[in-house]
């Protein structure tokens, strides 16, 4: 039950916040106090300089910090541990010049239980009280909700405070959730380090919050291991990057690297594209191995001993001892710069003997002076030659006998014709890449040298990653955990997965635990209902999805005049808060944003491939049809377009449908809750 706060108790909380603005602004003056004073007290250069670097970046963090409230929740202990002992829980800690904190962080192991108390079972709380903000500035507190456990009170979703920040309109970045988090999502935010985790997560049940939330948590409770290893967030492209670009920052967290799978690719830029039938080869698993043996097949087992003049000995190594050394390592699986360098180690090994049964007792710099020696680089260069990624992959596009052997068993006569380039360049250093390209390259280098990893990856949108680009990210993730978050109902990709065990397996995290959210909180019932009509066409088994929210319109209507209907729904839209986007099919996009030229910040016209992951208030899809048949899997593009708004969803269409044959085209329909 809701209680009615009086206004003594109001005024209360007034000076409560009084009090944390004050505690703020003195954060942010002693933190700027202790840089001007750092040097001083700092043992030597080196300290004070990274001294001085961690008091800065602190100051930065504060002063730059966006407003917002300072606490969303509080907890009040009658029994337990916490007895007689209340909390106010906010994005950060904030304390005053001496005694305790005045507000705890959200990832406190205290806070998790403003998340999981129940009344059936309470931890001791007696109370959970959530707060009420203003959203324009300043931010002012407008009242609370409390739920007494100790009563059996508990609002769950009912709650109007939690109702009102979920539907709060959608202008801007994606914000944080820490107010609302739900205990089934608070499980998955706070799994320990060493857990890899898969979220299946339909349209708006928060999956990609819970990976954001999670990366900030594990920050905060293994902060020194992740300085040093790092965090990690792939998104699927660079704007889905922008939109989440605020939430880690608002969580007090900026060490965190945000890329799409592509920034993390060394290689040049793609200047070719691949046919149909080649990309889809070059995402395929089997071309790992076909690299791989590609790459090996350069080795050569030594054929002729090594001697090597040292003052006035000669120092000899049969043939038969390198190569019963050059087979050792062959059989050892390192990647294949470490196989050269330890190749180099074991020769030199061998000298070393030899000097040593002289008399001799070579130091250090005798070991490295005879390792760069020529005898010992010239059989290394015939024996393991030095190789660039480039060079290998263009050995195999432009050469069908060289293709066809690493290839043979392996992929067919039709997959391997399908690779090979029509007009090869005159050296590896004039070839025209593609997008797939560049992913071998990365498979090539991983196999010659290890790239450097990650203590926690967080993937989004991890069902449209092929098998190939799942082995780049598994290659960085070789040491350290990660967190998968997708829907395979929303797949788009040629080579989408239909299974989270086989995905987990190219990701290298096969026993990692699958998860899914089944609680939508931020598409209507009314939108996700008519969206979900299209689960059965699209050919994988999802858990369905059931909307809290009760609000929303949906209205789907037939038109003669598709830009003329789009311009008047935008038009009717703006008279309302929020975001508004128009989606359609990549050819339409020119011809709908200059007839919505002049509709203002608000309005953004939108392909249909480049919303996924995106989220605004007021959507209006311009006709269907288009967006279903402009790729293969266009049926399930559609239900991702569909599935983006937040509060009304419009559909705008001309004729019949298409060939999806599903009963949405009415003449005009309209649904409200």
């Known amino acids: ?63 730059e910090e966006p407003e917002g409230a300072p606490y969303f929740g509080r907890l009040t202990f009658t029994e337990g541990e916490h007895r007689d002992q209340r909390y106010y829980i906010g994005r950060r800690r904030i304390t005053e010049e001496q005694g305790p904190p005045l507000v705890i962080d959200w990832r406190a192991p205290v806070s998790s239980l403003f998340y999981r108390a129940s009344a059936t079972d309470r931890h001791g709380v007696a109370v959970r009280r959530r707060y009420g903000w203003s959203n324009r500035s300043p931010i002012r507190l407008t009242g609370f909700e409390d739920e007494h456990l100790d009563r059996g009170e508990e609002l769950g979703t009912t709650s109007r405070l939690l109702a009102e920040e979920i539907e709060r309109p959608r202008v801007g970045p994606m914000r944080d959730i820490v107010a609302t988090i739900q205990p089934e999502q608070d499980e998955l935010v706070r799994a320990d380090l060493d857990q890899s985790l898969c979220v299946q997560g339909g349209p708006g049940t928060g999956k990609t919050a819970v990976g954001l939330h999670r990366a900030a948590y594990l920050l905060y409770a293994h902060r020194r291991q992740l300085k040093r290893t790092g965090v990690l967030v792939v998104g699927p492209n660079p704007t889905f990057l922008e939109y989440i670009a605020a939430v880690l920052p608002a969580l007090g967290e900026v060490d965190v690297q945000q890329r799409t799978l592509d920034g993390l690719l060394t290689s040049a830029e793609p200047r070719a594209t691949d046919a149909d039938q080649a990309a889809l080869v070059k995402h395929d698993v089997r071309t790992a191995a076909v690299l791989r043996r590609a790459l090996v097949g350069r080795l050569r087992e030594p054929t002729d001993g090594i001697v090597l003049t040292d003052g006035s000995y000669r120092l000899r190594v049969t043939a038969t001892a390198l190569a019963r050394e050059f087979a050792r390592i062959t059989t050892e699986d390192l990647p294949y710069a470490l196989g050269r360098e330890r190749l180099r180690t074991r020769i030199v090994a061998l000298l070393q003997r030899q000097l040593e049964y002289h008399g001799e007792s070579p130091n250090r710099k005798w070991l490295d002076k005879t390792g760069r020696s020529q005898p010992v680089t010239a059989i290394l260069d015939r024996c393991w030659p030095r190789v660039r990624p480039e060079e290998v992959l263009a050995g195999l596009l432009g050469d069908a006998d060289a293709l066809k052997l690493a290839a043979d068993g392996i992929l067919s006569d039709a997959e391997q014709q399908a690779l090979l380039w029509a007009r090869p360049p005159r050296s590896w250093k004039s070839a025209r890449w593609t997008a797939a390209d560049r992913v071998l390259l990365d498979e090539i280098a991983g196999a010659i040298e290890h790239p450097a990893g990650f203590g926690h990856i967080v993937v989004d949108e991890a069902q449209d990653l092929s098998p190939m680009q799942c082995r780049v990210l598994a290659r960085r993730s070789r040491h350290g955990s990660v967190t998968v978050l997708g829907d395979l109902a929303q797949g788009t990709s040629a080579w989408a997965a239909a299974d989270w065990r086989v995905q987990l397996g190219h990701l290298g995290k096969p026993d990692a635990t699958v998860t899914a959210l089944t609680l939508g909180f931020r598409v209507p019932a009314v939108v996700l209902a008519y969206a979900n009509r299209l689960l059965p066409h699209l050919k994988v088994t999802v858990p369905v999805v059931r909307s809290v929210r009760g609000d929303g319109l949906l209205d789907v209507r037939r038109t003669s005049d598709l830009t003329a209907a789009v311009v008047e729904r935008v038009r009717a839209a703006l008279e309302l808060a929020g975001s508004i986007a128009v989606i359609c099919s990549a050819e339409r996009v020119n ?64 004729g019949e449908s298409g060939g999806w044959d599903l009963p949405f085209h009415a003449a005009h329909h309209v649904a409200r809750r």
């Open 1 to 63: 039950m809701t209680r009615l706060q009086d206004m003594a108790t109001l005024a209360e909380e007034h000076d409560y916040m009084a009090r944390v603005r004050a505690a703020q602004d003195w954060m942010l003056d002693h933190a700027r106090m202790r840089v001007a004073t750092g040097a001083q007290v700092a043992g030597d250069r080196y300290t004070a300089e990274t001294l001085g670097r961690m008091l800065k970046s602190h100051v930065k963090e504060l002063a």
């Open 591 to 654: 011809s709908l944003a200059t007839a919505l030229d002049g509709c203002g910040e608000r309005v953004s016209v939108r392909p249909a491939t480049e919303v996924k992951g995106l989220e605004f208030d007021h959507v209006v899809v311009a006709e269907p049809d288009e967006i279903v048949a402009a790729e293969p899997r266009g049926i399930h593009r559609l239900y991702v377009v569909l599935t983006r708004a937040v509060s009304r969803l419009e559909v705008v269409h001309t």
